[in-house]
């Protein structure tokens, strides 16, 4: 199993410019997620998606949309790039835990975008 | 939400035990407590997650007073591949994992 994958690992905009950012997990995971990280920070949620065709906001979500068309793809788009969304971007996934199992997210290696 | 207080940085010497104190005194009564370690340019990795009492796995023992309010993460015999940092966080489902800062763990030789 590759686990969490992230395409891709490096990026470069112009303010203004859109991408999409690409996570893709073959642990037939229903959860997923996407994190941002700024130095010396811990992570924090953007959104995420507790199934196939359903997302929501997390804790910073202005400025990003994301889809979950597929059940093993989660995309993040950035629809015009600001210098803030400079920062390293982490996807995670787990599976859906009753109350009484442990809930560990398996992240991906991180994209890191720069915007200037 | 439940917020976690954790040392910002500890030092330790290989082979020592390291123990890392959590605060979380609002934690909910459904809320588990997990921590995380990160190293440079990579994604967070789970280490052990537990409820009340204690909890050991092959890589940490996690200790958990009865009020819940606190837990302390011990690695025992530290070596130089440990230094990381490390996330404190109560967990009581998929839209309430909060990251603060961690802690930065440095082990020298």
């Known amino acids: 199993n590759a686990g969490v994958t992230q395409t891709p690992k490096f990026r470069v905009l112009k303010t203004g410019q859109s991408m999409t950012l690409l996570c893709a997990q073959d642990?037939?995971?229903?959860?997923m997620y996407w994190y941002r990280q700024d130095p010396g920070m811990g992570l924090r949620l953007i959104h995420y998606s507790v199934g196939e065709g359903t997302t929501a906001k997390g804790e910073v979500p202005d400025g990003y949309n994301v889809s979950r068309l597929k059940k093993q793809n989660f995309l993040l788009g950035l629809e015009s790039a600001a210098p803030s969304q400079t920062s390293v971007y982490f996807c995670?996934?787990?599976?859906?835990?009753?109350?009484?199992?442990?809930?560990?997210?398996?992240f991906g290696p991180g994209t890191r975008l720069t915007v200037l | 939400l439940a917020k976690t207080t954790q040392p910002i940085s500890m030092d330790s010497y290989e082979g020592q035990e390291v123990n890392i104190t959590c605060s979380h005194n609002n934690i909910a009564t459904n809320d588990y407590i997990t921590w995380y370690q990160q190293f440079p340019s990579q994604g967070p990795r789970f280490i052990i997650q537990g409820y009340k009492t204690k909890v050991t796995n092959e890589v940490a023992s996690l200790f958990i007073p009865a009020d819940r309010k606190s837990s302390t993460l011990s690695l025992p015999r530290v070596s130089l591949s440990d230094t990381a940092v490390y996330y404190c966080l109560v967990d009581g489902g998929y839209n309430k994992l909060i990251f603060g800062a961690g802690t930065r763990l440095a082990v020298h030789p």
């Open positions: 642990m037939n995971h229903e959860y």
């Open positions: 995670a996934s787990n599976r859906l835990a009753g109350k009484s199992s442990y809930n560990e997210q398996f």
